[in-house]
C-alpha cells in the first residue's frame, strides 16, 4: 500500500539555522499539508497546499516558514532561521481529494526537529 | 479562528467496557470531523470521519455522532480492547471546493484499556 514518506527522520541544528524538511506524498494525491505536534501535545495545523499554491495556513506559519513542490513529486517545508521552539515533530500528510469531495488525509511517519 | 475542545484528558476502562470521548467547535463553517488514534511516536491515522451532512456513522465498534446545532461530537469505542490503549484526537475541519482546507486538533484523549 502507497505510503506518504518523510526525510529525514531525525534533524538536528543551531538555533538560527535553516532547515529543509522533505515530504513525497502518495503519488496520485493532489492536497498536501504539514503539520507540527510538540512533545506530548496536540497536532498543529501548518499549512495546505494545492495546485502549486497555498490555501490555508495558520498563525504558527509566519514569515520563517515557506512550502515548495519543486518536482512534482517532493513537497518540503523550510524554516528560514530555526529558534528553540520549533523543536517539534512534524507531520506531511496527503489526501487524494479535497475541497467538496474532501477525504481522508494520509499522515507521514515525521520528521522530529531537534533545535540546540 | 475554529477552537476545538476534546473530553476527558485522560480515560481509563475496563476491557469490554465502553470508551466515549466528546468533543466541541466554535466555527459553524466547519464542515468535516476526523477522529485519529496515535500510538506513541508513530503518526495519527484515521479510524473514522463524520461529514456535516451525515448525524451518525458506525465501522464495526467505532461509531461517531454529529450535533450540527451544539456543534459537538462524539467518539464511542464498543468492547474496548487492550489493542485500543492510545491517544485519540478530534479534528474539526473547514473544507470547501476549491482549495485543500485547514484542520483543527483537539487536546488529545489519552486512553487505556485494562485487560
Known amino acids: 500500500e502507497p505510503e506518504v514518506t518523510q526525510t529525514p527522520s531525525h534533524q538536528v541544528t543551531q538555533m538560527g539555522q535553516e532547515v529543509i524538511l522533505r515530504c513525497v506524498p502518495i503519488?496520485?494525491?493532489?492536497?498536501f499539508y504539514w503539520y507540527r505536534q510538540i512533545l506530548g501535545q496536540k497536532v498543529e495545523f501548518l499549512v495546505s497546499f494545492y495546485n502549486n499554491e497555498i490555501s490555508e495556513k495558520s498563525e504558527i506559519f509566519d514569515d520563517q516558514f515557506s512550502v515548495e513542490r519543486p518536482d512534482g513529486s517532493n513537497f518540503t517545508l523550510k524554516i528560514r532561521s530555526t529558534k528553540l521552539e520549533d523543536s517539534a515533530m512534524y507531520f506531511c500528510a496527503s489526501s487524494p481529494l479535497g475541497g467538496a469531495a474532501y477525504n481522508e488525509q494520509f499522515f507521514g511517519p515525521g520528521t522530529r526537529l531537534t533545535v540546540l | 479562528g475554529e477552537n476545538v475542545e476534546q473530553h476527558p484528558s485522560t480515560l481509563s476502562v475496563q476491557e469490554g467496557d465502553s470508551a466515549v470521548i466528546k468533543c466541541t467547535y466554535s466555527?459553524?463553517?466547519?464542515?468535516?470531523f476526523p477522529w485519529y488514534k496515535q500510538e506513541l511516536g508513530k503518526r495519527p491515522q484515521l479510524i473514522i470521519d463524520?461529514?456535516?451532512?451525515?448525524g451518525e456513522k458506525k465501522d464495526q465498534r467505532i461509531a461517531v455522532t454529529l450535533n450540527k446545532t451544539a456543534k459537538h461530537f462524539s467518539l464511542h469505542i464498543t468492547e474496548t480492547q487492550p489493542e485500543d490503549s492510545a491517544v485519540y484526537f478530534c479534528a474539526a475541519s473547514i473544507m470547501l471546493s476549491t482549495n485543500a482546507g485547514k484542520s483543527t486538533f483537539g487536546d488529545g484523549t489519552t486512553l487505556t484499556v485494562k485487560p
Open positions: 503519488s496520485n494525491h493532489l492536497y
Open positions: 466555527d459553524s463553517a466547519s464542515n468535516y
Open positions: 463524520i461529514r456535516s451532512n451525515v
